[in-house]
């Protein structure tokens, strides 16, 4: 075992499962429900990740970039794999080659992708973006009947679908999806299948599931509001699929008045016992949290003290028994009673759980149980 870094990412993969099949229940049975596999599965591990969705009967996967497909596909994923970002012109070949949908919006990249497919003898599957409302990728709604008639002209692409995607729909309260899905269902065109919905679509406006849905953090185990999002039928909860655990490097005792780690931004108020442990900013323990995160020892709350490291950081154990260089240690997860969710992580980083998710899991090494 030598060698092994002791920071440690466990993925849950039983976990991936349940919330595989709660979010396709939620969806319909009759809807497909693609993975959002981006970002190494948001720090999961994409090539673990999606065999497990593959498994569970996942047919339709998402990436951002072009080299993300191709790993995913030399992974051994056979079914559909989309990429969102699009297709630039050197990067034809490549779709063509794996066998990928790219998701496009612009007609430079349609043609591109079709003279290919004439010099090949084929017809590529290409899903349009339709911005209705995020302001991101995609064209506006009353450019897109012109756009679909020139690919109509090109003999290489065929369109499967169009997409658009929602800025709001983690909040519940704001009548934006609504409005943003009336326009999306009024594109009156008849091509393929239609896509908009992301978790927050799925859980909170189901009216919006058409006939795929991209699924990202639900799968994953978290609600994309934090906190608020969870609904309390236990059956129904979607189960986090993360946990990181590290153990204590070093205890030690310090009198009062003693500042602790670079520019002692805290200094004990009395005797204190610190546990130095070998997780810093490098691992994805944001900087940020310094002085105000806590993680679990024997069950117990410790908060970090001082600022966070490179590798190291200190918290305080002084109300806590016993505590030893060698004990385990929970930065996200649940140990004895208490849990520490990656959305009690987020507040702290005035983030979202998407984001500590990726920094701790692409930072880590991941163990799959
Ligand atoms: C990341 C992403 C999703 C998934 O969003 P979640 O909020 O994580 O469910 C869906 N669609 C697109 C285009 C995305 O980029």
Redesign the pocket.
């Known amino acids: 075992m030598s060698g092994e870094s002791l920071n440690q990412i466990t993925v849950n993969r039983s976990a991936l499962r349940h919330n595989f099949h709660l979010l396709q229940k939620k969806a319909g049975h009759g809807v497909r429900l693609l993975a959002?596999v981006?970002a190494d599965a948001?720090g999961h591990g994409m090539k673990e990740a999606a065999a497990v969705f593959s498994e569970a009967g996942c047919r339709d996967f998402?990436v951002?970039e072009l080299g993300e497909g191709v790993s995913l596909r030399e992974s051994g994923i056979r079914d559909n794999i989309f990429v969102?970002l699009g297709c630039l012109r050197s990067d034809v070949p490549l779709f063509f080659e794996h066998n990928l949908i790219p998701v496009i919006f612009s007609l430079e990249s349609a043609q591109a992708l079709s003279d290919e497919g004439v010099k090949r003898g084929t017809c590529i599957p290409v899903h349009v973006k339709v911005d209705c409302g995020m302001t991101r990728l995609g064209l506006f709604p009353d450019a897109l009947a012109g756009f679909l008639l020139e690919l109509q002209r090109l003999p290489g692409v065929k369109v499967g679908g169009i997409?658009s995607?929602f800025p709001r729909a983690?909040d519940r309260n704001s009548s934006h999806t609504t409005e943003q899905f009336r326009i999306f269902n009024s594109l009156d065109v008849n091509v393929g299948i239609r896509h908009t919905a992301?978790?927050?679509g799925i859980l909170y406006f189901p009216q919006t599931c058409c006939d795929m849905v991209?699924?990202?953090?639900?799968l994953y185990g978290y609600y994309?509001d934090g906190f608020s999002g969870i609904e309390f039928e236990p059956e129904e909860l979607l189960r986090p699929a993360m946990e990181f655990n590290t153990c204590v490097l070093q205890v030690k005792t310090v009198p009062a008045n003693v500042g602790v780690s670079y520019g002692h931004t805290y200094v004990t108020k009395k005797e204190s016992i610190l546990a130095v442990l070998p997780v810093g900013y490098e691992d994805g323990l944001s900087r940020s949290i310094s002085n105000k995160g806590e993680v679990l020892v024997h069950g117990q709350r410790a908060k970090i003290r001082g600022r966070i490291c490179m590798n190291l950081c200190m918290v305080d154990v002084t109300h806590i028994e016993n505590v030893h260089a060698g004990d385990a240690v929970m930065i996200l997860g649940a140990q004895r009673n208490d849990t520490i969710s990656g959305d009690e992580i987020a507040d702290w980083m005035e983030s979202i759980s998407?984001e500590v998710l990726c920094l701790f899991g692409n930072n880590n090494e991941r163990k799959y149980i």
């Open positions: 959002m981006k948001y998402g951002a969102f997409a995607h983690d992301n978790s927050g991209r699924a990202g953090i639900s994309p998407y």
